[in-house]
């Protein structure tokens, strides 16, 4: 089973600025991976998939990247409603497998 | 639009089967591309994927949860049903579905998800 690994647990950063998240895969998923918005009470919401392809309706300051075990979310200028927990999805093996989850919280 | 709604128990009792169903709407499951999956969150934890079905009946488990999972659809109801033997209080969680469209060997990911609901289980 593939284990991913998201850092930091926690990442405190104020609005206006850059957040990176980073995900790292225990074996190569190629680009077979996502990346989802979950607040408190709700859904999951899919933000990327591919590695770097925006969803429908999600913001252009939302960015993936990486490839192969290393994987980056960037949200380039955080707005208010972007703190909120994330979370990374391998879809390249089974059983498919999620991340622990990075908590990004307001400075 | 599409849609999705998890339906069933909200208490189940030790040693007892989860049945557990999504209605969804939007989109048919026998359209090719098109798949179901279910997947489940502790208070507080992580999301631990649980299994999937396929338009053409394919189907896939948890590594560690195969033994106990069981998945269905019924494509005249636009449903898909998951059911969980030998229910433990460690399975308490919100268990969701989601939706998958694979188009041109592209996996969408998660796109569309139900809204949730919460399984105790409690004697």
């Known amino acids: 089973e593939i284990v991913m690994t998201q850092s930091p647990a926690t990442l405190s950063v104020s609005p206006g600025e850059r957040a990176t998240l980073s995900c790292r895969a225990s074996?190569?998923?190629?680009?077979?991976l996502a990346w989802y918005q979950q607040k408190p009470g709700q859904a999951p919401r899919l933000l990327i998939y591919?590695?770097?392809t925006r969803a429908t309706g999600i913001p252009a300051r939302f960015s993936g990247s990486g490839s192969g075990t290393e994987f980056t979310l960037t949200i380039s200028s955080l707005q208010s409603e972007d703190f909120a927990v994330y979370y990374c999805?391998?879809?390249?093996?089974?059983?498919?497998?999620f991340g622990q989850g990075t908590k990004l919280e307001i400075k | 639009q599409v849609t999705l709604r998890e339906s069933g128990p909200a208490l189940v009792k030790p040693t007892q089967t989860l049945t557990l169903t999504c209605t969804f709407s939007?989109?048919?499951?026998?359209?090719?591309?098109?798949?179901v999956s279910w997947i489940r969150q502790p208070p507080g934890k992580a999301l631990e994927w649980l299994a999937r079905i396929d338009w053409d009946d394919d189907k896939y488990y948890s590594t560690s949860l195969k033994t106990r999972l069981t998945i269905s659809k019924d494509t005249s109801k636009n449903q898909v049903v998951l059911t969980m033997t030998n229910m433990d209080p460690v399975d308490t969680a919100t268990y969701y579905c989601?939706?998958?469209?694979?188009?041109?060997?592209?996996?969408?990911?998660?796109?569309?998800w139900g809204q949730g609901t919460l399984v105790t289980v409690s004697s």
């Open positions: 591919g590695a770097s």
């Open positions: 939007g989109f048919s499951l026998s359209t090719s591309g098109m798949c």
């Open positions: 999805q391998q879809f390249n093996n089974w059983p498919y497998t």
């Open positions: 989601a939706r998958i469209f694979i188009s041109y060997g592209v996996n969408s990911g998660f796109d569309y």
């Open positions: 074996q190569s998923v190629s680009s077979n």
